[in-house]
């Protein structure tokens, strides 16, 4: 079992910054992918950005060059910094990780930006 525990949302103004974190326990294979991704009310969850075990990232589009996305891998953690916060970015951000075939997440964290 997998287990991912985020911090580090908040409330912040637009314009501000705003780090997340989040911390993998448990088995899970060694070349897996962790990353982050975010539901706004009455929306679907979508990708924030995606980081492999090889440091190979993705974003989506909305956040492109004002998010950027790193890893440790033997702590087994995942970091999500968030600069240039507009008040769309307002929504939860749960943590993800894909490992072979399985995929886990987090309970999400609140980012809320206010205008």
């Known amino acids: 079992q997998v287990e991912l525990v985020e911090s580090g949302g908040g409330l912040v103004q637009a314009g501000g910054s705003l780090r997340l974190s989040c911390t993998a326990s448990g088995v899970f294979c060694r070349d897996n992918v962790m990353g982050w991704y975010r539901q706004a009310p009455g929306k679907q969850r979508e990708l924030v950005a995606s980081?492999?075990?090889?440091?190979?990232?993705e974003y989506g589009g909305p956040v492109k060059g004002r998010f950027t996305v790193s890893r440790d891998n033997a702590k087994y953690t995942v970091d999500l910094q968030m600069n240039s916060l507009k008040p769309d970015d307002t929504a939860v951000y749960y943590c993800?990780?894909?490992?072979?075939?399985?995929?886990?997440w987090g309970r999400g964290t609140q980012v809320t930006v206010s205008s």
């Open positions: 993800n990780m894909l490992s072979g075939s399985s995929n886990y």
């Open positions: 980081i492999s075990h090889y440091h190979i990232t």
